[in-house]
Structures are given as structure tokens and as C-alpha cells.
């Protein structure tokens, strides 16, 4: 089986390794309900299902492709949490304080244990697939910006980010062998395609505070789980004896990792009919709004008691894109730039783009999900700015994410609705880059 057959062949059994439920509905609740894709938070599988691509304005041809991807599917971050749900499971199957849904979580966790241990992080090989598909529709779409032309490629210096725009690239040699592609990953080119990574240098000591475990609104952030995750009603379904579980390890951190083993499962080449029936989608619900959606708002989003420093620091994403741009067109190549990062970069753009859904303003922790959802920006999301030109010199620009139109928030061209003046483009975000730049050198103190 050649290479790229095998990649395709263990995609495909990682899409359908959670269908457990009768019907193949998909995995279900305990409790017998789907699951809403809010509650896979940024571990969403990139769609099947793509919407075609309007035709530009008449007159207009492209010239330019800028892009921005995230990483594709990828095992979790953390190989601990892996090993703490095993090593609990294990402990109280010894003690015998394991409930009859317990023993059958134990035996099925420990089924598919081997197959996660020491991956954490990995790309899997559906994150490659996702990007080699991703990368055929751009080509399909606009075959004149490849043909006999150059492009960049960069990545940040994680694996499945280097991973992810190889398997791109692959993809684009095998459908233009005559590609020119200068590909690299260098430590130059963090500080914009991971802007709150230490490699930025307006990135300081108060920012990777506000990312500890002893960050400000961790306190709030606690008292919130407390109040909106009953741990013990979800322990006592799997362990007998909540005292000695208790002294086992903290119940609602065991809860928590199942919950994040649960969600990234669909990513995986492991068959497996996966976590979802242990809890009920009250659950589920409640521990994907007071997990990761919070965390990852007052990190980059408009959360009111920040400093704002989260979003702000996309100022050289999206300085780059715009500068770049500009330099790219006027020299003729290259005509396409990839970009490979991760998913916190995108949201803190978005919200220093002001974008619908990004850019609300909210203190109480119950409403965040009300101005942010982290699951829009599941495993492979991606932006493409795409440019056009007429026969007068007039440059325009549409965005896509995910492969969709986006509405920017000033207005479009005449008689249109997502194609966008490159001048009112500049004019518009260019301010407001200065003032995240004036915002991050007066609150770096």
C-alpha cells in the first residue's frame, strides 16, 4: 500500500471509530442525546462537506493567495493525562471501589491505552489528510496562482505544524509537479505565526502570568467549575466508595481529563466506541463552557478585567499579512503564502479583526459562551485571504475561513457581499494594529 493510500486508509477509520450508537447516529449521552459540536471545543474535526466558492466580481482575476492554517487532528497535549486516568482506573480496580459503569470504563480506557501513551501532541494521520484535502480544493480553485509560480510555506517549530504544511505541500507537488515551493520552519518567523510564544519579544513576564496556574483569574476560574460541574454526581457513577476515590486522586481533575480524552477521540486512527455514554450532556455541556471556551477567552479575547494584551498581540499576524501582501503583489511573486500555526493565534486575531462572534465583551462567566466559541475553530480551521485585480489596477479582497466567506466589519465593494477594497482594508485594520501596538508597550509594565 502506497504511503499516501495508508494515510488515507487510517483517516478514514478515525472518522468513523466513534459511531457506537444504533442507527451509527454517532456516539450519544448516557442520557441518549447527540452530541452538539460545541461540546468538542477546539478538537472538531474538520468538515467533509465544503461550500463552493463564488465567482469574483466581473472583470476581476485573482492575483493572490494569503493563507494562515491551524494544525490538523493531533493526539492531546498532555501525555499526563493520558497516564492519570489509567493510573486511577487501575488503583481503583485493585481497591475495588469500581461501580459496574466503573469496571466497564476501566475495561475499555485499558483497551486503547497502548494506543495513546507517548503520543501526546502528535499530528494524526486524519490532520494530514485533512490538510492534503484542503490544499487540492485551493489548487482546484484558483489553479493560476500555481502553476509555474513560487510559493512560501512556513510553520511554527512544532511537529504537527511541520507535519501539517509538509502534508500540504505534498499534496500541491503531486497535483503541479512543476511547483517552486520554499518551505521552512525557522525561529524568525515565530514572532508573528505564533505571536504569544517567547520567540515574539513583546511577549513578557506579565503575559506568560496570565497563562500559569497562578494566573489572576484562575481563582474565578475554579470557583466557576465548583459551581457548574457536580463531580460527585459523575464519581459516584464510576466509583463505589467516593471517600477512597477521593484519596485516589482529585475526582473533578479525573473527570476533566476523561472529558478531554473523550473529545479528541473522532481525530485518532483508534477504533473505539469512545467516552461520551459515561456522561450525561448536562455534563458535557458544563465542562465544555467552564473548561477550555473560558480559558481560552480571557486569554485572547475581550474578556473586560484583561489588559486586552491577548488579542492585541495578533498585531504581527495581522501586520504581516497586510505588508506581505502588499510587497508580494507588487513584486509578482510569490503568488501564494502558507502559514501553519495553532488555534490561539487565530482566535486573538479574530478578535483584534473585530470579526461577528469575536469580538463581544463579557465579565460573567455564565454568558461567555454567548460571545465566544471555541469549537468554530476546530482541528485544520484555516484562513485564506484571497486578492483579485481588474484591468484598471483596482485590487480587491475576499476572506475565507474555513473555506467559507466571511464578513469583515466595514463595508464591501458596491453591489457586493464579501468582496472587500484593499485600500478600505488597510485603512481600516492598519489603526487599529498601531493601537494594539500602543496598547501592548503601555501595559508592559
Not at 489588559?307 to 503583489?329: C, P
Not at 484591468?391 to 479582497?397: D, F, L, M, N, P
Request: net charge negative; aromatic share 12%; glycine share 8%.
Amino acid at each position: 500500500m502506497k504511503f499516501r493510500e495508508l494515510i488515507g486508509a487510517l483517516a478514514a477509520l478515525a472518522v468513523v471509530a466513534t459511531a457506537c450508537c444504533a442507527g451509527g447516529k454517532g456516539p450519544r449521552t448516557m442520557d441518549g442525546k447527540e452530541i452538539d459540536p460545541f461540546i468538542y471545543g477546539v478538537y472538531g474535526v474538520y468538515g467533509d462537506v465544503v461550500p463552493e466558492i463564488a465567482d469574483a466580481p466581473e472583470g476581476y482575476e485573482p492575483v493572490y493567495l494569503s493563507h494562515y492554517g491551524r494544525h490538523g487532528s493531533r493526539y492531546i497535549l498532555h501525555d499526563t493525562q493520558y497516564v492519570f486516568v489509567a493510573q486511577v482506573l487501575e488503583k481503583a480496580d485493585a481497591d475495588g471501589i469500581l461501580t459496574p459503569k466503573g469496571r466497564e470504563l476501566h475495561d475499555r480506557y485499558m483497551s486503547i491505552y497502548p494506543q495513546l501513551e507517548g503520543k501526546t501532541g502528535l499530528l494524526a494521520p486524519l490532520g494530514q489528510q485533512q490538510h492534503r484535502e484542503i490544499a487540492k480544493r485551493m489548487y482546484e480553485s484558483f489553479p493560476m496562482l500555481f502553476d509555474g509560480r513560487r510559493i512560501v510555506a512556513l510553520s511554527t517549530n512544532l511537529q504537527r505544524t511541520k507535519m501539517s504544511m509538509e502534508a500540504f505541500e505534498e499534496e500541491l507537488l503531486e497535483l503541479c509537479p512543476g511547483l517552486d515551493i520554499d518551505a521552512r520552519v525557522s525561529e524568525e518567523d515565530m514572532y508573528y505565526l505564533n505571536p504569544h510564544s517567547v520567540q515574539n519579544p513583546k511577549v513578557g513576564a506579565k503575559d506568560l502570568h496570565w497563562k500559569s496556574p497562578n494566573a489572576p483569574w484562575r481563582e474565578e476560574f475554579n470557583e466557576c467549575l465548583r459551581q457548574n460541574v457536580d463531580w460527585r454526581s459523575f464519581g459516584s457513577r464510576i466509583f463505589s466508595d467516593m471517600d477512597r476515590a477521593c484519596e485516589i486522586c482529585k475526582v473533578e481533575n479525573f473527570e476533566l481529563d476523561l472529558y478531554f480524552i473523550c473529545i479528541h477521540l473522532e481525530g485518532l486512527p483508534i477504533e473505539s466506541p469512545g467516552f461520551f455514554d459515561f456522561f450525561t450532556s448536562d455534563e458535557l455541556e458544563n465542562l465544555a463552557e467552564f473548561g477550555e471556551n473560558y480559558i481560552l477567552y480571557v486569554r485572547t479575547g475581550h474578556y473586560p478585567k484583561a489588559d486586552g494584551r491577548g488579542w492585541a498581540l495578533a498585531e504581527s499576524l495581522l501586520e504581516d499579512f497586510i505588508v506581505k501582501a502588499d510587497r508580494d503583489i507588487e513584486e509578482g511573486e510569490p503568488a501564494v503564502r502558507l502559514r501553519f500555526g495553532h488555534d490561539g493565534c487565530m482566535m486573538s486575531l479574530f478578535a483584534l479583526m473585530e470579526l461577528d462572534g469575536w469580538n463581544g465583551s463579557e465579565s460573567d462567566p455564565t454568558r461567555f459562551r454567548e460571545v465566544w466559541d471555541i469549537s468554530k475553530v476546530r482541528m485544520a480551521a484555516n484562513i485564506q485571504f484571497i486578492f483579485y485585480r481588474n484591468a484598471e489596477g483596482r485590487t480587491i479582497v475576499r476572506m475565507l475561513y474555513n473555506e467559507e466567506d466571511t464578513k469583515l466589519p466595514f463595508p464591501a465593494i458596491e453591489g457586493e457581499e464579501y468582496f472587500y477594497d484593499w485600500e478600505d482594508f488597510k485603512a481600516f485594520y492598519s489603526p487599529r494594529i498601531e493601537a494594539a501596538k500602543k496598547l501592548l508597550e503601555e501595559s508592559s509594565i
